[in-house]
């Protein structure tokens, strides 16, 4: 098993930054893919952004591209999203995960490809 846990979530105004962290335990690989998701309230969850494990290559979906960054440290388990600019539809439950499964990372965008989850950590934009 696999235990993931975020963090760093709160209460910014628009165009403000956050920096989300999670850290993962139990019987982790440094080689899992993860990903960060976000439900808002009535809605599905949807993807954010993926890191592979080997080579660190990154993929974003477009909502978030050029104000979102996804980064890794191996070493400490730990997986970062780094948030600018942020606005008001950005608000959600932001969740981690981790995928166990071997795929091309521009196809790490749906929910059920993660066999791991966090509790998930609340992001709130204010106008």
């Known amino acids: 098993q696999v235990q993931l846990v975020e963090s760093g979530g709160g209460l910014v105004q628009a165009g403000g930054s956050l920096r989300l962290s999670c850290v993962a335990s139990?019987?982790?690989?440094?080689?899992?893919?993860m990903g960060w998701f976000r439900q808002a309230p009535g809605k599905e969850r949807e993807f954010v952004a993926s890191?592979?494990?080997?080579?660190?290559?990154?993929y974003y979906a477009d909502s978030v591209k050029g104000r979102f960054t996804i980064s890794r440290d191996n070493a400490k388990n730990m997986v970062y999203l780094q948030m600018n600019n942020l606005n008001p539809v950005d608000t959600a439950v932001y969740y981690c995960?981790?995928?166990?499964?071997?795929?091309?990372?521009?196809?790490?965008?749906?929910?059920?490809?993660?066999?791991?989850w966090g509790q998930g950590t609340q992001v709130t934009v204010s106008s």
């Open positions: 890191i592979t494990g080997i080579g660190s290559n990154t």
């Open positions: 139990g019987r982790t690989r440094s080689t899992y893919d």
């Open positions: 995960g981790a995928t166990t499964r071997i795929m091309a990372i521009a196809t790490m965008t749906k929910a059920a490809q993660y066999d791991y």
